[in-house]
């Protein structure tokens, strides 16, 4: 599996953004794709997940500010982000888990919010 994302950069305080993250190659094995982000200096730490029927998880601190969504025939997954803040400065990842709960990671975009 291979995952490229998109999407990301320079905002001001209060914008948006909308990241995307596209799979290619062992797609069928695909069960959950999901975003992370590491700042720097911290650990890198879950944003949000879906399932490949449509099951979403968030963490605490993103909820009502990001949207997860999955496309399954274009075998993409979205992140909207809203009302950024400059603490959402980070590297975001794209993650995908397979049915064998073997985990891929794309490359990392990065999102910088100004204040």
């Known amino acids: 599996v291979q995952l490229q994302a998109s999407g990301g950069g320079l905002v001001q305080a209060g914008g948006s953004l909308r990241l995307s993250c596209a799979a290619s190659g062992s797609i069928s094995s695909i069960s959950d794709m999901g975003w992370y982000r590491q700042a720097p200096g911290e650990q890198r730490e879950l944003v949000a997940a879906i399932t490949r029927a449509g099951r979403i998880n968030y963490a605490d601190s993103m909820k009502g500010r990001f949207t997860i969504s999955r496309d399954n025939a274009k075998n993409t997954v979205y992140l909207q982000m809203n009302t950024l803040k400059p603490e959402d400065t980070a590297v975001y990842y794209c993650?995908?888990?397979?049915?064998?709960?073997?985990?891929?990671w794309g490359q990392g975009t990065l999102v910088t919010v100004s204040s």
């Open positions: 993650n995908a888990v397979d049915y064998l709960r073997d985990a891929y």
